[in-house]
């Protein structure tokens, strides 16, 4: 009998017979599941409350009885990467097999809307018209069964919860890979190449929410100085339903509007032009945006929500590491972003119980940010994300050379897996190599100019296309000046005619700088500022 058929049916004999509850696996355990190689691994679940449960998996049988609440956890003894799929057998009252289970590695994808980005359009979603470069090329050819991805729905949640929907473990193919995390797939992929083990990618993503929807509830309580978090939240649900109202009257009013701009007539060009008039229509979308609802009760922006529905019900599954792109829906607070973030990874690894392992973030790409008047918020944001890297076992992709100054959201979402699968790589999977571009380390004052020093440039610097750009100094007055550099080896000596006596310098310090300096291996350098004026 086939295991959905199966399965079917000792559901089907659950309902059937009185007093017997069947057994539930936690979320992430359904078939083309991938287990972590290398290390112990919990599998749990619920039962009925005393329930023997028995788990069998190569070659392995453990055994527990449940807790008076039902749950059951097993823990198998660290296994080898398997390519070969077998079963996962778990028997109670009941039998449930999960088939074509492999082992190899896991990693946890999260963070919002440019880790959630798919490498095919989602007809329905923010990005129906986005997809990666060369999206039909990397669609043809994704035929690796034992590249596997499991989305985790968007759920909020006041508490933590114990299960949550998914799409189940997919195997990497043309027909399916277009709903993969496109930083997670490509990542995903550049490992495979290189270990040619299983990969699993949890994608546990949502776009436009901040830091504070992911962080544990425990988490948010760890400092005094998260209150402010909490606080902000709780004036917004008080001012929700006046909010509401308003919204309700703005919508309807502008759909009216909306409505009389179809119905009425195109313009007819006076002369011939290259550009015809716009429509009614298309002039009042241009005029008139449509109103955005108000966040209230059950929004993606609540304070742990997140965590409490898409991260709690994975626990603790084993896994080697996460990786994190988010931070754009934090650039209005960025003073308080790097104390946040740092509460983050230290739970996350808290409450899956794995030791300090790998976490590795994406640095916000150079975007305009045009709805924020103030030029510097997203590089305080950016430098947020590096001071992290204070912690054990993180690292950071810097794509500030390959964002879309246009467009938050951009496409070549290949190099920012590949910089991410740089440093796994190295740091995790003993495949030397330069992982990280030049990274700001000193200066010194050699007369009217400042020599720049920097790690990760021992293979010289360089400058893509023309001199190193976005580079500024400032005397004592505290007022920036553009300047110009020259390399020498490793270094840059930077200096600018307005400033005869500089003390301070900064790179690529913009929304979105253009940002041309790189290592010998063609990393980017990360942005960087000497003074905290």
Known sequence: MPHARRFLFALLVLVATPGRAEVVLAPLFTDHAVLQRDKPVPICGRADAGEKITVTFAGQTHATTTEKDGRWIVMLDALPAQITGADLVITGKNVVTI???????????????????????????????????????????????????????????????????????????????????????????????????????INSSVGGTPVEAWLSPAALASAPSFASVGERWSKNIADYPAKKAQYDADRAAWL???????????????????????????????????????????????????????????????????????????????????????????????????????????????????????????????????????LPQTGQAVTIDIGNPDDVHPTNKQDVGRRLALLARNRVYGITGNDTGPTFAGFTRE?????????????????????????????????FHPAKARIVRDTLLV???????????????????????????????????????
């Open 256 to 390: 009216a509007a909306e409505a009389a701009a179809k119905a009425a007539p195109a313009p007819v060009a006076k002369t011939k032009t290259k550009t015809p008039p716009l429509t009614p229509h298309a002039a009042f979308l241009k005029a008139n945006p449509r109103p955005r609802a108000p966040r209230g009760p059950g929004d993606t922006w609540t304070p742990t929500g997140l965590f409490n529905g898409m991260i709690n019900p994975l626990l603790p599954y084993a896994l080697r590491g996460a990786l994190w792109y988010q931070g754009e829906s934090n650039t209005d607070r960025p003073s308080e972003y790097r104390a946040l973030f740092s509460a983050l990874i230290t739970s996350w690894r808290g409450h899956f119980g794995q030791g300090d392992f790998p976490f590795y973030l994406v640095q916000l790409a150079n975007f305009k940010a045009a709805y924020e008047p103030a030029p510097h918020q997203w590089p305080l944001l950016r430098e947020a994300q590096t001071e992290t890297l204070d």
């Open 495 to 533: 200096s600018a005619p307005d400033v005869p006596e500089p003390v301070a310098v900064r790179y690529a310090w913009t929304n979105a700088p253009v940002a041309n300096l790189f290592n010998g291996s063609g990393l980017p350098a990360a942005p960087f500022r000497s003074d905290r004026w």
């Open 99 to 201: 088939s074509d289970v492999v082992v190899g590695e896991v990693w946890l994808c999260s963070g919002q809307s440019n880790m959630e980005f798919t490498v095919d359009a989602r007809a329905g979603t923010w990005q129906a018209n986005s997809r990666v470069d060369r999206a039909a090329t990397e669609i043809a050819g994704a035929r690796f069964p034992l590249i596997r991805h499991i989305r985790i729905a968007q759920t909020v949640a006041a508490a933590p919860a114990d299960s949550v929907k998914t799409t189940g473990w997919e195997l990497t193919t043309p027909e399916t890979v277009g709903g993969f995390t496109a930083v997670g797939y490509f990542f995903a992929r550049d490992l495979f190449q290189k270990l040619n083990v299983p990969i699993g990618v």
């Open 447 to 479: 007369g009217a100019a400042l020599r720049v020093k920097f790690t990760h440039a021992s293979d010289g610097l360089v400058a893509h296309d023309q001199p190193a750009q976005s580079l500024e100094i400032a005397g004592a007055d505290r007022v």
